[in-house]
């Protein structure tokens, strides 16, 4: 579209919901306002299924070799964070069926597995902002 490759017009999304809502899901668990789970469940899925397709159309622009190492870093980085969303995706899905009603004592692993997500979406994303900026030059 416009001369711009597809996965640099996609690749926002997961990462502004994936940090909003780790953000969501922390202020819940250790703010205690338990309703911001249900905002969280659902910026968590929505970032998964925005990070799989981030993950499909990045893969495709793996084909420039100019900048390889640096590409091949950006992408698996991208595809352990887009599987990590996804699995979080997953985990909170079937923690949702199970007891609709979030309450624990401590937090719950799909939490953890969420807030290590956005700290690796947020590499992520720092290591293809340099790659752009590097084949920018």
Do not use: N
């Amino acid at each position: 579209m416009f001369s711009i490759p597809f996965h640099f017009l996609l690749v926002h999304f997961p990462i502004a919901l994936a940090i909003s809502a780790a953000i969501c899901d922390a202020r819940a668990h250790w703010g205690k306002r338990p309703e911001l789970h249900r905002v969280g469940f659902t910026l968590s899925l929505s970032a998964a299924a925005g990070a799989a397709l981030a993950m499909l159309t990045g893969l495709q622009l793996l084909g420039d070799r100019a900048h390889a190492a640096r590409a091949t870093l950006h992408a698996g980085m991208g595809l352990v964070t887009g599987l990590t969303l996804i699995a979080v995706a997953m985990a909170r899905y079937s923690a949702a069926a199970r007891e609709p009603d979030y309450k624990a004592s401590g937090p719950p692993a799909w939490l953890i597995l969420e807030l290590g997500a956005a700290v690796a979406v947020t590499a992520t994303a720092i290591t293809g902002h340099r790659l752009v900026l590097e084949v920018l030059r």
